[in-house]
Every structure is written in structure tokens, then in C-alpha cells.
């Protein structure tokens, strides 16, 4: 069980990133800045920050958002210095596996962070949310991150 004052350990899904970057006000954008005012701990692996890095840098999601390349460097650049990078476990060692493998590297990175909270909107990681082999990681939306977060 997760001590009263202890910050958690957050694992956040990239389309939850993007979507908060897109829209500032929106519940993944609160998410965002709930970061920034340290409520919690990102935790990342190198293969979650290249994901969120190559997708926050793609045409189809900078130019229709008038999001700028600069832009885009300034959040990265403060991630990367105000996350906390672990060493992901091998997938293969994984205790179970999301029916889409490509978000197996999300479940690496929370396991391997030993965090609270993977948040997503991804359907086929949320669906595992509650299975016994997660232990204490709770996969949840940002919306119910938020609050859960709110009634503490």
C-alpha cells in the first residue's frame, strides 16, 4: 500500500502525452501539469522517451496543432532532465503481456520503475488493469488518475 505522503510513480502513456501537449485544458493536459507541479514521478525508460519523442515530433501532429519544432525541444529537453530514466526489464520477462506487444514497453518501463500508475487511453492496456501479476500497478485513465488524486 502507497504511504500517505509518498510521491507515486507514474508511467504515462505517449498518446496521453501527445493528446495533453495538443490541448492544454483537456484532463491529459491537467495530467501534465500535475507533473510539472510535482505531484508525481515520471518514470521513463529510454525506449518510452524515444516513443514520445518521435511522435511529438511528426509533421501530422506539429503542423495541424501549430506546434513548433522549438516547442517541441523545450518540453523534451525538460522531460529528460525532470523524469526519472530506469532500465527496462526484457519484455520477455514481463509477468504478462498486452494483446498489442508494442505497449509491452509501457508495462517494462512501470514494472521496471516500480510504479503506482500507468495511465493510458489505450483500451488493450486498460483492460489488464487489476490482474494479480501487476501487483500494485493500477493502469487507469488520466481522468481517473486525476481523481483518485483529488479525494487524497
Not at 521513463?44 to 519523442?53: G, K, P, Q, S, V
Not at 500508475?117 to 493502469?139: A, C, F, M, N, W
Request: glycine share 4%; with cysteine; proline share 5%.
Amino acid at each position: 500500500m502507497q504511504e500517505k505522503n509518498k510521491t507515486p510513480r507514474v508511467v504515462i502513456d505517449t498518446n496521453i502525452v501527445i493528446s495533453g501537449t495538443i490541448f492544454p485544458t483537456s484532463l491529459p493536459g491537467q495530467l501534465l501539469k500535475s507533473f510539472i507541479n510535482g505531484d508525481f514521478e515520471w518514470i521513463l525508460t529510454n525506449a518510452t522517451f524515444r516513443e514520445i519523442r518521435n511522435v511529438i515530433s511528426r509533421e501530422e501532429i506539429l503542423t495541424p496543432y501549430h506546434i513548433t519544432q522549438q516547442n517541441t525541444q523545450i518540453f523534451l529537453d525538460n522531460l529528460e532532465v525532470s523524469a526519472e530514466f530506469v532500465t527496462a526489464i526484457p519484455l520477455v520477462m514481463l509477468p504478462l503481456h498486452s494483446r498489442d506487444p508494442k505497449d509491452d514497453i509501457l508495462l517494462s518501463a512501470a514494472i521496471s520503475g516500480e510504479c503506482e500508475y500507468l495511465i493510458t487511453g489505450d483500451g488493450d492496456l486498460l483492460v489488464l488493469s487489476g490482474r494479480p501479476e501487476l501487483q500494485k500497478l493500477t493502469i487507469l485513465t488520466a481522468s481517473e488518475y486525476l481523481q483518485r488524486r483529488k479525494m487524497k
